[in-house]
């Protein structure tokens, strides 16, 4: 089945700064790929995603690049703000699979980012 | 719009017993997962089922059992309890005919077994 690897476990940046997570997958049938934003006490929040037929994708100050070849894929968060503080999850998934995968989401270990003011 | 909803939002169970935690997906949203997350750790797939029929199941025992009904609510119950139980249970739902992607999370339910 499929292994997600994340990395950073814990990263700590200033204000203003940028902030890169990146992960790796096992299963190169995989072709969608998720990013979760997780606050204390709450769900995760779906913040981007991509899916394997392109290369990046941005929204605002989120971005997230993908490399087919070398199975990993990264979010790049820029002008970091203390309330982009949170627990961020990657996650891959082979979107249309069959059998007991059907609707899978496999997750990362997580990230704990903490922005300081 | 209302997002996913969950209840109830903290249980406290003795070994042994039985729960049953519910889900209220996303209006128009036809499938329903769940997810186990221990602290600390990501979520971990359970079940999915995609217009009242399980389409996916992870690794998880028999004790674990799920339903959707016909408005697309969803239970997943758990017998026999264990203290390995202990998590945060999370139901997402997605309007993309159950193929994975776009899932939304509710809050969770809180599970503790003692």
């Known amino acids: 089945g499929e292994n997600v690897e994340q990395h950073p476990s814990t990263l700590s940046v200033q204000e203003g700064d940028s902030a890169v997570i990146k992960c790796t997958y096992s299963d190169s049938a995989s072709n969608y790929f998720p990013w979760y934003k997780q606050e204390l006490g709450k769900g995760p929040q779906l913040i981007i995603d991509?899916?394997?037929?392109?290369g990046e994708k941005k929204d605002q100050r989120i971005a997230v690049t993908l490399n087919k070849t070398a199975k990993h894929f990264s979010l790049h968060i820029t002008e970091t703000q203390p309330e982009d503080s949170a627990v961020y999850f990657c996650?891959?998934?082979?979107?249309?699979?069959?059998?007991?995968?059907?609707?899978?989401?496999?997750f990362g270990q997580g990230t704990i980012l903490t922005v300081h003011p | 719009d209302a997002g996913v909803t969950q209840s109830p939002t903290h249980l406290i169970k003795t070994r042994g017993q039985h729960v049953t935690l519910r889900c209220s997906p996303i209006?128009?949203?036809?499938?329903v997962s769940w997810y186990q997350q221990v602290l600390g750790q990501g979520p971990q797939f359970i079940f999915q089922y995609y217009e009242k029929e399980e389409r996916g199941r992870g690794n998880f025992p028999d004790r674990f059992s799920a339903r959707q009904f016909p408005n697309y609510s969803s239970e997943l119950n758990v017998n026999a309890l264990l203290l390995g139980d202990s998590a945060l249970y999370l139901c997402a739902s997605s309007g993309r005919s159950g193929t994975g992607r776009e899932q939304y999370f509710g809050p969770g339910t809180r599970l503790t077994v003692t």
């Open positions: 209006s128009g949203h036809k499938s």
């Open positions: 991509i899916r394997s037929n392109v």
């Open positions: 996650a891959a998934t082979q979107a249309n699979a069959g059998g007991t995968s059907y609707g899978k989401l496999t």
